[in-house]
T-cell receptor, first 111, second 114 residues
Framework: GDSVTQMEGPVTLSEEAFLTINCTYT??????LFWYVQYPGEGLQLLLK?????DKGSNKGFEATYRKETTSFHLEKGSVQVSDSAVYFC??????????FGKGTTLSVSS | NAGVTQTPKFQVLKTGQSMTLQCAQD?????MSWYRQDPGMGLRLIHY???????DQGEVPNGYNVSRSTTEDFPLRLLSAAPSQTSVYFC?????????????FGPGTRLTVL
């Protein structure tokens, strides 16, 4: 079945460092891909999404490109802030099915 | 719009007790779902609904019941709570089952079963 694999955390960075969180997927069709973020004590909220190959999603300085050839959707940010500390989830969705999540990657940014 | 709301925020139960976690959305979304979040396990789907009167099982449905009598509400019932059901529960909704739709999450219910 479809699945999502994320790099395991925690990821610990200093403020202004470059961030990459790897995400790869397995899917039989043409899924949409998402990154959700969960701040401490809160629910998940959409960070960005891409709905077809080569699309780039972006929001709040974060970017991810839908790479069908490598089945990847890596999350990047050029300069992280302390306020970016959170858990990040990669997810995929096919039409008519439920969202499938990776296990999440915890990011901790120190000043 | 209030979005997706969940009550209660925290709950402690004793083994064998039953309770209902409430979920409501005011966005006229057809699709609603329940997840549980456990450390190192990510989010696992419990039950989902594609519209009023229609529900189906997800990955981990045992010990839980759902119903969908209205578009707005999707309660999750624990029939006889067990310590293994200690978790954080999230309700979510989206407009339809197309793959491109964004799914919106509630703030969660933290449940402890003693």
């Amino acid at each position: 079945g479809d699945s999502v694999t994320q790099m395991e955390g925690p990821v610990t960075l200093s403020e202004e460092a470059f961030l990459t969180i790897n995400c790869t997927y397995t899917a039989t069709g043409y899924p949409s891909l998402f990154w959700y973020v969960q701040y401490p004590g809160e629910g998940l909220q959409l960070l960005l999404k891409a709905t077809k190959a080569d699309d780039k999603g972006s929001n709040k300085g974060f970017e991810a490109t839908y790479r069908k050839e490598t089945t990847s959707f890596h999350l990047e940010k050029g300069s992280v802030q302390v306020s970016d500390s959170a858990v990040y989830f990669c997810a995929l969705n096919q039409a008519g099915t439920a969202l499938i999540f990776g296990k999440g990657t915890t990011l901790s940014v120190s000043s | 719009n209030a979005g997706v709301t969940q009550t209660p925020k925290f709950q402690v139960l004793k083994t064998g007790q039953s309770m209902t976690l409430q979920c409501a959305q005011d966005m006229n979304h057809e699709y609603m779902s329940w997840y549980r979040q456990d450390p190192g396990m990510g989010l696992r789907l419990i039950h989902y609904s594609v519209g009023a009167g229609i529900t189906d099982q997800g990955e981990v449905p045992n010990g839980y019941n759902v119903s969908r009598s209205t578009t707005e509400d999707f309660p999750l019932r624990l029939l006889s709570a067990a310590p293994s059901q200690t978790s954080v529960y999230f309700c979510a909704s989206k407009y339809a089952t197309v793959s491109t739709d964004t799914q919106y999450f509630g703030p969660g219910t933290r449940l402890t079963v003693l």
